[in-house]
């Protein structure tokens, strides 16, 4: 008897897009199934616009929202329609991220790995700027991770039948932590697919020379960084200082020099870091399921 193929859908989350979304959308339906785009910026007109074309694809499904509602709720928006619509896989992404040829069936292979189960596969990742991989991403085959980033990354029913989806009370940043290393806890496997690329960009990056040295600014507001600092403090009080936080802290501490040495606004930049931190501190730590 012939295996059924699995069902795939992908979710693709939008806040006021380019025209570049439609292409990147383009390429995720010729893989995927389904794509459910989930729109956090239903009332601005120019997203309208953009988004228009969307409804003459009928593999493709636009989500309004209430408004922004960050990137937790919004990423469940689509996966709990995905789920309710009988998908045995959800494939998330951002609006910038760009899939590569055959990378549902590269990431597919993973959950075929023997032992404990799979929860979520994602591929290696490489600089949309500069067309290089991102540092630590040189590699080949599959192999065990701490944690992924949110975009690219493939998760399969039956570990979101057991954790559940993200904690939208995090909102935006280390949204992806938290789900991965709640999967972990849960004896699910995270896994990389060094052997299929995504093209991604972190922030509104933009060169800019330091030392002589050609370097890349990720720009983020300080309300970005109000957010950083207060989940990283969340996920320490929640998961301790394992491996996820010191590979974590070698990123922060390098962006961190950036946006002291290179950046502008760092005052309130800083300033918003700290305000993160205390109520990261503060933050009430309930155990919450979201289906």
Known sequence: ???????????????????????????????????????????????????????????????????????????????????????????????????????????????????????????????????????????????????????GALFAREALDEIGLHDERLFIDYVDHDISLRARRSGFRIVKVYDTVLDHRFGASVPSTFLGRRIYLSNYSPMRHYYMTRNRVIMVRRYGLGRWFWEDAAYAAKS???????????????GAALRGAAEGLRFRQVATRVD
Request: with cysteine; charged share 20%.
């Open 1 to 151: 008897m012939t295996a059924t193929a699995p069902k795939v859908a992908a979710v693709v989350l939008s806040y006021k897009p380019d025209a570049g979304i439609i292409g990147n959308i383009d390429e995720l339906a010729k893989q995927a199934e389904r794509v459910y785009v989930v729109n956090n910026s239903p009332d601005d007109s120019a997203t309208a616009d953009v988004l228009a074309p969307l409804t003459r694809r009928d593999s493709v499904v636009v989500l309004d929202q209430a408004g922004n509602v960050g990137v937790a709720a919004g990423f469940n928006s689509g996966m709990r329609q995905a789920l309710a619509d009988g998908f045995d896989y959800v494939w998330i992404f951002d609006q910038d991220s760009t899939v590569s040829d055959g990378m549902l069936t590269a990431l597919l292979t993973a959950f075929e790995q023997p032992g404990a189960p799979v929860a979520i596969a994602g591929p290696a990742l490489r600089a949309e700027e500069t067309g290089h991989l991102y540092d630590g991403e040189s590699s080949s085959g599959i192999r065990d991770q701490v944690a992924l980033i949110s975009s």
């Open 256 to 270: 961190w020099i950036k946006v002291v040495l290179c950046e502008k606004d760092r005052n309130r930049k800083i």
